[in-house]
């Protein structure tokens, strides 16, 4: 019984920022690894960034190195991906998920467990 409630998405500028955050209910946040995924209209799911149990291993997406930071906050339940210099390639709706296997950096959305509701992110140019 897990929950993923997605917030902060948003429509920005190309260049502008955003930080959306994933709020998970229950009282096991720290046996979870956490994941961002995106879909864009008519393009397959994409891996955007991970993040271990800990925090102290992250994973990303090539086109978001040096752009996009994942994080997560235990004592609060909730991860966060904080989006900069955006471009309108990164226009989709992105996904927060958990797994709880013992993966350190899972990549395969079909290894999440929970998923949460979607936010749109749309980035004009």
């Known amino acids: 019984q897990v929950q993923l409630v997605e917030s902060g998405g948003g429509l920005v500028q190309a260049g502008g920022s955003l930080r959306l955050s994933c709020a998970v209910s229950?009282?096991?946040?720290?046996?979870?690894?956490m994941a961002w995924f995106r879909q864009a209209p008519g393009k397959e799911r994409e891996t955007v960034a991970t993040?271990?149990?800990?925090?102290?291993?992250?994973y990303y997406v090539d086109s978001v190195k040096g752009r996009f930071t994942i994080s997560r906050d235990n004592a609060k339940n909730t991860v966060y991906l904080q989006m900069n210099s955006l471009k309108p390639e990164d226009t989709a709706v992105y996904y927060c998920?958990?797994?709880?296997?013992?993966?350190?950096?899972?990549?395969?959305?079909?290894?999440?467990?929970?998923w949460g509701q979607g936010t749109q992110v749309t980035v004009s140019s």
């Open positions: 998920a958990a797994r709880g296997g013992v993966g350190l950096l899972v990549r395969a959305y079909e290894q999440y467990d929970y």
């Open positions: 229950g009282r096991s946040f720290n046996l979870y690894a």
């Open positions: 993040i271990s149990r800990s925090g102290a291993n992250t």
